[in-house]
């Protein structure tokens, strides 16, 4: 059953119709949201991802457009986060006292993706964000460039040169690391 159809049915009112369709976009949404956040925020993020959809399901006008829609608000939920994250880092770094475990955080997550994930993986951590996001959009969730475009509010040229940069980053990344 493809995706618009169930975005119908779940419009129509049938449980059944949303349950598929978290059951088949879960992982996609879990695993962008994990790339770009660490563990522990990875699963809160998602759960408000799946929140926000629920509400926003029946206003959704062009149920074929279900995946950049979907992937447009896991974005915002990450942004939120990291606008969060950020704001306390700012405020406690000017207290002066949370700095040190920022720096144990990074640590132990840079451990676990050695310990955990392959080479690739470990590179894209290692790439800005705005590039990072762009290669998972990509390449792991097999977007095409156009909902990539939508998704990030960008144009369809600034996406493909983010992918080009991207790419060269990583292959920078996985070269200082003796990795192909």
């Known amino acids: 059953m493809t995706d618009e159809l169930l975005v119908v049915r779940c419009q129509l009112g049938e449980r059944e119709a949303l349950a598929e369709l978290v059951r088949a976009w879960h992982d996609p949404v879990w695993t962008y949201v994990r790339r770009m956040l660490d563990h522990g925020d990875a699963d809160d993020v998602a759960q408000e991802v799946w929140l926000a959809v629920v509400r926003g399901l029946p206003r959704l006008r062009e149920p074929g457009r279900f995946a950049p829609w979907l992937f447009t608000i896991a974005r915002r939920a990450v942004t939120n986060r990291l606008r969060e994250e950020y704001g306390r880092q700012e405020t406690t770094t000017a207290s002066g006292q949370v700095t040190e475990h920022a720096d144990e955080q990074v640590v132990e997550d840079r451990a676990e993706v ?6 690739l993986v470990a590179g894209l951590s290692g790439l800005p ?35 080009s940069r991207a790419r060269r980053l990583l292959r920078e990344q996985l070269g200082e690391r003796g990795t192909r």
């Open 129 to 163: 964000l705005v590039e990072r996001e762009i290669l998972v959009l990509f390449y792991l969730e097999d977007l095409s460039i156009e909902d990539c475009a939508q998704i990030c509010a960008i144009p369809v040229g600034t996406v493909k040169s983010r992918l």
């Open 114 to 119: 050695m310990a955990d994930r392959a080479a």
